[in-house]
């Protein structure tokens, strides 16, 4: 399975947005993209999801390359309740068997 | 609809024992996954259950186990407990195959090992 790389830790000023990259070069046709967040131990929450083309939902939005070799998580107005650990994760079709990775602690500062 | 639960929410044991895990999938989920969580190796799937079966399975050693019932509820043991058992241990469940399934975590099982 293709593994994915975070920056370790990123700031964003409050209402405004926050991009996370993530790095998925050795990704395969079959893998999609997950973003799922961390909110202080609590269980991972899914956030979205795509295979190649972006994706948006009331959450976010993904950016995906057009070689499917990196991606971005968008958050357009970052709060304070977005503080938390964000995983990029890349899923091969039909298997329920995530690597989350280390991930990247968002820091949304007032 | 209820999400994921996890009993019990913390535990104690000691080095030795053994431990069950359990935790019920959301209504009509037929998928569960365990996950360890420990702050030097992050989150480390440990298995899948789908349908009553093993289908993945991740590089634990076999003193880590599960099972799931027919009502899809999952229990996962751990034998022998080491010192570094010592971590959070989630479950997350999905209707079934497919990407667009997503996987719903619980709140988590705190282990801690004396």
């Known amino acids: 399975d293709a593994k994915t790389t975070q920056p370790p830790s990123m700031d964003c000023a409050e209402g405004r947005a926050a991009n996370l990259p993530c790095n998925h070069s050795t990704i395969s046709g079959n893998e999609y993209v997950y973003w799922y967040r961390q909110i202080h131990s609590q269980g991972p929450q899914y956030i979205i999801h795509?295979?190649?083309n972006n994706e948006t939902n009331e959450m976010a939005s993904l950016i995906i390359t057009e070689d499917r070799k990196s991606s971005t998580l968008i958050l357009p107005h970052a709060t304070l309740r977005d503080t938390a650990v964000y995983y990029c994760i890349v899923r091969v079709y039909n298997f329920n068997k995530f690597y989350f990775g280390s991930g990247t602690k968002l820091n949304v500062k007032p | 609809k209820a999400g994921v639960t996890q009993t019990p929410r913390y535990l104690i044991k000691t080095r030795g024992q053994q431990v069950t895990l359990s935790c019920s999938p959301i209504?009509?989920?037929?998928?569960v996954s365990w996950y360890q969580q420990t702050p030097g190796q992050g989150l480390q799937f440990l298995f899948e259950y789908f349908s009553e079966t093993q289908r993945n399975k991740g590089n634990f050693p076999g003193r880590f186990s599960g099972r799931q019932f027919s009502n899809s509820r999952s229990e996962m043991n751990v034998s022998t407990l080491e010192l570094g058992d010592s971590a959070l241990y989630l479950c997350?469940?999905?209707?079934?195959?497919?990407?667009?399934?997503?996987?719903?975590f619980g709140p988590g099982t705190r282990l801690t090992v004396l």
């Open positions: 795509g295979l190649k």
């Open positions: 997350a469940s999905s209707l079934a195959d497919g990407a667009y399934n997503e996987q719903f």
């Open positions: 209504s009509g989920h037929r998928s």
